[in-house]
């Protein structure tokens, strides 16, 4: 798992989880700054231009470029 700053809590451990967002809710700060992360994440994973990247790699990979 990467390092985001996130909150991150094992899987099957719902008291961690509620824990989790509990401190979310309460925490304005510490909730804009985990989602400015995430979107920021969501752009360069996701983004049209990192998945035309992929699919450009992936063409060139199919015809032996």
Do not use: C, H
Request: net charge negative.
């Amino acid at each position: 798992i990467r390092d985001t700053g996130n909150l991150l809590v094992e899987p099957g451990e719902p008291k961690a989880l509620a824990e989790g967002m509990l401190r979310l809710v309460e925490r304005d700060d510490e909730r804009e700054r985990v989602g400015w992360q995430n979107r920021k994440l969501a752009e360069k994973e996701f983004g049209w231009f990192s998945i035309a990247d992929r699919y450009l790699k992936l063409y060139r990979s199919a015809v032996g470029d």
